[in-house]
C-alpha cells in the first residue's frame, strides 16, 4: 500500500492488531515510505520557525520513531542530540539514519533522564497517549528539561466539520474503539485527543508558560487561520 516500497495490507492488518509496540517493529523497516512519517515540508517548516528562538545546545525527540524529528535537532543544536522511543525496531532504523545520536529506548511515560536538555520536540506521537496519560507525558518531558528549556512540537488545525477530512478522522477513531473494546492488546492512536485548549491547559498545569505561532509556510484555511500552528511550551 502508498508506494511499492511500503507495507502490504496485510501487513498492517497484522500490525492494527498487534500492541503498539509490536504493531511499530513490525513496521519499522517499512514505516518511512508510509504517510504517516512527518512530511519533510513540516520538519522543515518547524525547523525553520524554531531557528530564531534558540541558540539551542542539547536536543531530545520525543517518540523518536525511525529519526524524522533527529534531523530538526542537529539543525538547530549545537551539542548531543538524543532520541527516545520504546520500539526497538524504529530504533534500529533511527540508528541507521543517524549514527552520530544517542537513542535510548524507554517509556516516556517515565523517562530516564535529569534535567539535561535545552530543547525537546516530538512528531505525530502524541495520539499515542489517551488523554489520561498526557499529563504524564508533559511532567516528564518537563523534568528532562533544563530551566528555560523548551518543548516544541506542531499542531495542525482541526479539520472543518462537515468536510471529508472531518468524517475520515472520526471514522478512523471510531474503528479504533470498537477495535480496542473488542481485541486485546490495544492499539492506542486517536487523532481527535489532542486538542490545542485541552493541550495548552495540561502543559500549564506540568509546569510550562505556553504560546503557540502560526507556521505561516504551511498554508492558511479559507477563513485566514494557519493550517498548522507551532507550539512553544518552556519550562520556567
Known sequence: MFTPQGPTARELTVQAFSSVERGYDLLASKFDATPFRTPDLVLSAVTEALRPVGPFDTGLDVCCGTGAGLSVLRSLCAGRVTGVDFSAGMLE?????????????????????????????SFGAFGHFLPRDQLTLFRQIHASLRPGGLLAFPLPAPPRVGSRAYWTLLGFDAAMRVRNAVWRPPFVMYYRTFRLPDVRDRLTHAGFTVETRAIDSLGHRPDGSPRCRLVLARRA
Open 93 to 121: 532504523q533511527a540508528r541507521r539514519s543517524h549514527p552520530k545520536a544517542t537513542l535510548i529506548r524507554a517509556d516516556v511515560l517515565a523517562l530516564p533522564f535529569a534535567p539535561a536538555f535545552d530543547l525537546a520536540v
